[in-house]
């Protein structure tokens, strides 16, 4: 369900700058998951330049991409910022390791918490500390399933190819494991997606 978004008549930045529409992952798979991401979703919200609209329910999935142990709760986030690409990393990276994340070391292995930006709006970024799209979302199904919920048609800008199409792709070339949703509480609310309706 989208937030209205209130700007303050006060806030001179809101009112000239043009808020951009970016689509984040979120994930978990150490200590309570639903209390990081619950947690994750209330350091983005208080953040002045940050506009939560929609968060998709979560994904228990198993663990992939060579992390052997801890099961996965992973979802998408759509959110419309103020701020630069760049500015929005540092903004996840903070959370990130404002909740416990160590950075240090292997790139694959257990996390409190994940925040990457999948999209921002159709940029497309390479540098060597960021990268969008997301070089590896049109693989993850854990990622294409939420973002079916809350974006199924946008428009990947690389590939020029809808969320669904990508998602139908996976479907086809990969085999998909077990996934099951679990409830999380934002807002006072708990969302869960009907995996049947959502594919």
């Not at 998951?33 to 208080?46: F, V, W, Y």
């Not at 973002?147 to 428009?155: A, C, T, V």
């Not at 479907?171 to 869960?192: D, E, R, S």
Request: aromatic residues 6%.
């Amino acid at each position: 369900m989208a937030r209205v978004i209130n700007l303050k008549n006060n806030d001179k930045r809101k009112q000239t700058e043009r808020f951009k529409t970016v689509f984040l992952a979120i994930g978990s798979n150490r200590g309570n998951r639903k209390e990081n991401i619950e947690s994750a979703l209330r350091l983005l919200r208080s953040d002045k330049d940050i506009e939560i609209v929609k968060v998709s329910a979560m994904l228990k999935n198993p663990p992939q991409e060579g992390i052997k142990t801890g099961y996965f709760l992973n979802g998408a986030i759509k959110v419309l910022t103020l701020l630069s690409p760049h500015e929005l990393l540092n903004v996840c990276k903070n959370i990130e390791k404002c909740l416990g994340r160590d950075t240090e070391g292997r790139t694959y292995r257990p996390r409190v918490i994940d925040l990457d930006i999948l999209f921002y709006e159709d940029k497309i970024i390479n540098t060597k500390d960021l990268v969008i799209p997301h070089p590896r979302l049109h693989k993850r199904n854990f990622v294409l399933i939420p973002m079916m919920e809350i974006g199924k048609d946008f428009r990947h800008p690389v590939s020029r190819k809808t969320i669904l199409e990508l998602y139908k792709n996976v479907v086809i070339t990969q085999p998909q494991p077990a996934l099951k949703t679990v409830q999380v509480k934002y807002k006072g609310l708990n969302k869960v997606l009907d995996e049947a309706a959502a594919i």
